[in-house]
């Protein structure tokens, strides 16, 4: 921790904050002596102990709207949550593509444009969106193209925020990781994305949580496409 911590006392939202990457970003955010509120959906065995906790999947418009509440109140609001779907185009439903457009680009869209005013009221944000594996620029998918162009549009938000919050001291980046090791693979799942990795080792939760945790700090880091990936190029 730092001597002068301006993140203690502040009001941090980590939507997908229960489990995975959002989890251990809320962890980081509470020991800097942040007030976190983490919402998702209820994950097993893993200890909330933060300020207060939400547990919700989104499907009901009262969700959306205690959620939006919550945005006005954040300085720091970190957007973890995010469907994965591999599928190749033929195969993608139009349920598949709702789901993606929903949450992997409106979802951190619109919370950001709530936060962003309110931010500017404050003249203080950050905000940390997250893209996918190799989205910092445009590319082709052959199993993934839906949700990839998803990610892919991350780059577009952050950089527009970005310039829209400069002037009042608001930061938007985003990180871009590799294979996470996270509670939600299977070890099988694990072993098959451990053999695609430069080193053979999965990223560590621990590490993502730290590449948040420099943006967060940073004055000068804004729009930044943070990849968190080991180098991977598939």
Not at 4 to 29: C, N, P, Q, S, Y
Not at 53 to 79: G, H, P
């Amino acid at each position: 921790m730092k001597q002068t911590d301006f993140i203690k006392g502040k009001r941090a939202l980590v939507v997908g904050g229960t489990g995975g990457i959002g989890h251990a970003i809320a962890e980081m955010l509470e020991e800097r002596g942040a007030h976190v509120l983490v919402t998702g959906r209820k994950s097993g065995d893993i200890k909330i102990d933060f300020e207060k906790e939400q547990f919700c999947e989104l499907t009901k418009k009262s969700e959306w709207k205690e959620l939006e509440k919550e945005v006005k109140n954040a300085d720091i609001l970190c957007v973890c949550f995010g469907p994965f779907i591999q599928k190749s185009l033929e195969e993608t439903t139009l349920q598949d593509w709702q789901k993606v457009a929903l949450f992997d680009y409106a979802l951190p869209g619109y919370l950001s444009s709530i936060a962003l005013s309110e931010m500017k009221k404050r003249n203080f944000g950050r905000i940390i969106l997250f893209g996918g594996t190799r989205t910092d620029q445009i590319r082709a998918f052959r199993t993934n193209a839906a949700y990839a162009g998803a990610k892919t549009a991350i780059a577009v938000l952050t950089k527009s925020l970005s310039v829209e919050g400069s002037p009042f001291s608001i930061s938007a980046n985003a990180i871009l990781p590799g294979f996470v090791d996270t509670e939600y693979l299977s070890e099988q799942t694990k072993e098959a994305l451990k053999a695609k990795m430069p080193d053979k080792k999965l990223i560590m939760k621990k590490e993502i949580a730290n590449a948040a945790e420099f943006l967060i700090d940073s004055e000068s880091a804004n729009g930044v496409l943070l990849c968190v990936d080991k180098g991977w190029n598939a």
